[in-house]
């Protein structure tokens, strides 16, 4: 008997520990005083409203009760950045920082203590009138840096405000002269080269391979002989070089290494899986890699790579070097900004302590993995200055 009312107790306790806990983290996150932080954001490549491009910095924000200083509002992920902003029927509205005045743009960076340019990539006519093949390449609608990204960037430099840009904010379609610009004013160089992994290069297998992607493949080579995974490079000329598991890779996903240094004074993972896009950049000497991509190669992959002119460890988190009497700034070699995250959960005060249950350990591929392993302490690292 006495057993029995021990579990019927042990049941209550467990019943209302699950169910008051949601709730008390709620209502700590509730009445926590919000705190006004100014920040732009720039996001070119928002195809839909689900805002994946940059949900993950708006999570952080709201997580955080940032505020804007003009407002006192909480940033909202549909409304709060300069770029692309999609509508219902195919309509759409450009609301980048193009077209503004010198004026605007300083009462911008006057109002603003940080500058995040999470996409400047853009939208193409296919994958957004859904007319033809949307894997194919097609007309430019917006994207790219313009000579306002670069004003406003100048004017939050020069008195000592921190900027983040990562993959896609020089590469195509940004024109040459400015992404030379870009690349003189923060001491870095694109190579050239993009990449990604691919869980299948299976054509038949996989639809979302981009069709641009295997045309130039076939141009080049003839033929496609890929069936597993692999990482696929993209060079600005449309050259395409591929690497498949088994021959040329031991695993099919860059792994990132940071230095001992910033994994502990970050929290971010020392070594971490990473699986979407990358460019690979070259620094200058007034910028630090804080991380570094590694290709996972076999002997033949090292071969092939000294081939193409591909780096098998390049930077992947690059940051000014903190004795130089400038902004902050920091580069993000990668898609970062970009992970299919539950914005819900950025309403419960203390949910990173339960972060291991949204996301799967044994999956190298899972991009929510990347969101609560690295992204989100790189963010504090980067935003508590």
């Given at each position: 008997?006495?057993?029995?009312?021990?579990?019927?107790?042990?049941?209550?306790?467990?019943?209302?520990?699950?169910?008051?806990?949601?709730?008390?983290?709620?209502?700590?996150?509730?009445?926590?005083?919000?705190?006004?932080?100014?920040?732009?954001?720039?996001?070119?490549?928002?195809?839909?409203?689900?805002?994946?491009?940059?949900?993950?910095?708006?999570?952080?924000?709201?997580?955080?009760?940032?505020?804007?200083?003009?407002?006192?509002?909480?940033?909202?992920?549909?409304?709060?950045?300069?770029?692309?902003?999609?509508?219902?029927?195919?309509?759409?509205?450009?609301?980048?920082?193009?077209?503004?005045?010198?004026?605007?743009?300083?009462?911008?960076?006057?109002?603003?203590?940080?500058?995040?340019?999470?996409?400047s990539y853009g939208i193409y006519h296919n994958e957004w009138y859904k007319e033809g093949d949307?894997?194919?390449?097609?007309?430019?609608?917006?994207?790219?840096?313009?000579?306002?990204?670069?004003?406003?960037?100048?004017?939050?430099?020069?008195?000592?405000?921190?900027?983040?840009?990562?993959?896609?904010?020089?590469?195509?379609?940004?024109?040459?002269?400015?992404?030379?610009?870009?690349?003189?004013?923060?001491?870095?160089?694109?190579?050239?080269?993009?990449?990604?992994?691919?869980?299948?290069?299976?054509?038949?297998?996989?639809?979302?391979?981009?069709?641009?992607?295997?045309?130039?493949?076939?141009?080049?080579?003839?033929?496609?002989?890929?069936?597993?995974?692999?990482?696929?490079?993209?060079?600005?000329?449309?050259?395409?070089?591929?690497?498949?598991?088994?021959?040329?890779?031991?695993?099919?996903?860059?792994?990132?290494?940071?230095?001992?240094?910033?994994?502990?004074?970050?929290?971010?993972?020392?070594?971490?899986?990473?699986?979407?896009?990358?460019?690979?950049?070259?620094?200058?000497?007034?910028?630090?890699?804080?991380?570094?991509?590694?290709?996972?190669?076999?002997?033949?992959?090292?071969?092939?790579?000294?081939?193409?002119?591909?780096?098998?460890?390049?930077?992947?988190?690059?940051?000014?070097?903190?004795?130089?009497?400038?902004?902050?700034?920091?580069?993000?070699?990668?898609?970062?900004?970009?992970?299919?995250?539950?914005?819900?959960?950025?309403?419960?005060?203390?949910?990173?302590?339960?972060?291991?249950?949204?996301?799967?350990?044994?999956?190298?591929?899972?991009?929510?993995?990347?969101?609560?392993?690295?992204?989100?302490?790189?963010?504090?690292?980067?935003?508590?200055?």
């Open positions: 008997m006495k057993l029995a009312w021990f579990f019927v107790w042990l049941f209550r306790i467990v019943f209302f520990t699950v169910l008051l806990t949601p709730l008390i983290m709620f209502l700590v996150w509730f009445f926590k005083p919000g705190q006004e932080r100014g920040i732009a954001i720039v996001d070119k490549t928002v195809l839909d409203q689900k805002f994946e491009e940059h949900e993950s910095l708006f999570w952080y924000l709201n997580y955080h009760k940032w505020k804007h200083p003009l407002t006192g509002k909480r940033y909202k992920a549909a409304q709060d950045y300069f770029g692309f902003f999609p509508e219902k029927d195919n309509k759409y509205q450009t609301r980048g920082l193009e077209g503004k005045s010198r004026q605007e743009l300083d009462s911008i960076a006057l109002h603003s203590t940080y500058l995040y340019i999470t996409d949307d894997k194919e390449r097609s007309a430019h609608l917006y994207g790219g840096l313009s000579d306002e990204d670069l004003y406003l960037l100048q004017r939050m430099d020069e008195p000592g405000k921190t900027i983040i840009s990562e993959f896609n904010t020089i590469a195509n379609p940004t024109k040459a002269e400015y992404r030379a610009s870009f690349e003189s004013q923060f001491g870095l160089k694109w190579t050239g080269w993009i990449g990604r992994n691919f869980e299948s290069l299976d054509t038949v297998k996989n639809k979302e391979l981009p069709r641009w992607l295997i045309n130039n493949y076939l141009k080049q080579y003839g033929q496609w002989p890929f069936k597993q995974s692999g990482i696929v490079f993209v060079n600005e000329s449309d050259r395409i070089e591929i690497l498949e598991k088994g021959k040329a890779l031991k695993e099919s996903v860059p792994l990132i290494y940071t230095h001992k240094k910033f994994v502990e004074s970050s929290g971010v993972d020392a070594s971490l899986y990473y699986p979407f896009w990358f460019d690979i950049m070259e620094i200058g000497p007034e910028l630090e890699a804080l991380a570094y991509y590694h290709l996972p190669t076999t002997p033949v992959g090292d071969s092939l790579l000294a081939s193409y002119g591909i780096p098998y460890l390049f930077p992947a988190v690059m940051r000014r070097k903190e004795n130089r009497d400038k902004a902050a700034f920091y580069y993000l070699a990668g898609d970062f900004c970009d992970n299919p995250i539950t914005m819900k959960r950025s309403y419960f005060k203390g949910i990173t302590f339960f972060s291991e249950f949204y996301y799967d350990q044994t999956d190298n591929t899972d991009r929510q993995t990347f969101f609560w392993r690295y992204y989100l302490p790189l963010l504090d690292a980067m935003l508590k200055r």
